[in-house]
């Protein structure tokens, strides 16, 4: 996971700008570590390469020293986080599953249990 941007949705169809490429621009966040939390407006096809002839261009003023020192820092503790959730939905399913399976053989128990005391 290490996504460079993320899209804005604050826009409205109807407010959006056409590239010369023909692609709608947006408003897109970069998650770099030169430019953490800083807005740019490009079209889908420039988001990652900036330029060739597409438009890009910054919203934002340069994000300040401390910034830059501190937000890479919590992106990269936050993907450690989601990373961890991961694993620990994966094992809650595992469990789930487990728990499921034994239920099952309960109720068959029980119903021989029932056989046996006819
Ligand atoms: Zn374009």
């Known amino acids: 996971m290490s996504q460079i941007s993320s899209s804005s949705?604050?826009?409205s169809p109807s407010?959006?700008?056409?590239?010369?490429c023909g692609g709608y621009i947006k408003t897109w966040t970069s998650w770099t570590d030169l430019n953490p939390g800083r807005r740019f407006e490009a079209c889908e096809m420039s988001r990652r390469?900036?330029?060739n002839g597409h438009h890009?261009?910054?919203?934002?003023?340069?994000?300040c020293a401390r910034g830059k020192e501190l937000i890479p820092g919590l992106l990269r503790r936050m993907r450690a986080?989601?990373?961890?959730l991961k694993l620990i939905e994966e094992h809650k399913k595992?469990?789930?599953?487990?728990?499921?399976?034994?239920?099952?053989?309960?109720?068959?128990?029980?119903?021989?249990?029932?056989?046996?005391?006819?």
Request: one cysteine or more.
């Open 15 to 20: 407010a959006r700008k056409l590239c010369r």
């Open 81 to 84: 986080m989601e990373e961890d």
């Open 49 to 51: 390469s900036r330029g």
């Open 94 to 118: 595992e469990v789930e599953d487990k728990l499921k399976m034994v239920e099952r053989e309960k109720k068959e128990l029980e119903y021989k249990v029932g056989e046996l005391g006819k």
């Open 56 to 63: 890009w261009e910054w919203l934002d003023a340069m994000t």
């Open 9 to 11: 949705t604050s826009q």
